[in-house]
């Protein structure tokens, strides 16, 4: 069996990304990934994902693929919206309270909680740099995070969002109305748009 054939067809249609579940569907067992590696055929990038020594990690797909118990946001998402020109030092993501993403998420990550009944507020998907996608929050959204966590995100961010939005074509006044009217931040969101608008 072509071993690298299966797996060239698996990273092709997922991003260049190869997982253990993914290859084990394809008949490709642990063993043999780790063989491979071994004969530096491919890469480990994480635990449980490759990839071929001459593609590119695109690593917002990589955490991505880990759980489907969490969202890029705030500055990952402004980053994705072409708000921050910046790649962010430290990814951010939003998970439900009560839900703990796992070790590696955490140490990758800096991590927000929301009550589960927002988690899916705004939630769409965003194309990362390398043209994958991911889930992320919309920039409605994304204001309102960044409004709702103003004193865990740097001060230039905050403001640099702001203005941008403003001014941006694609503003949503009304969805940023109703997003902060759900997130019990409206008067907040107005008070600091009040000033740009």
Known sequence: MNYLS?????????GGIINNKMAASHGVSRAILSKLCLNNKIQRIT?????????????????????????????TALFLHGISDRTPF???????????????IQDECKIYYIKPELFDLGKTMLTTPAGNKVSGYDLERTICD??????????ETFLAALKIYATSPQKNLNKLNTYATEMKIAGVVRKYLEVLL
């Open 6 to 14: 299966q797996l060239k067809t698996i990273a092709e249609n997922n």
């Open 146 to 155: 960044i409004v709702r966590s103003r004193s865990k995100v740097s001060s």
């Open 47 to 75: 635990r449980g994902q490759y990839i071929f020594n001459e593609d590119i990690q695109d690593e917002l797909l990589s955490i991505s693929m880990r759980s489907n118990l969490f969202v890029f946001s705030h500055e």
């Open 90 to 104: 430290e990814h951010t993501i939003t998970t439900p309270s009560g839900k703990v993403p796992s070790k590696a």
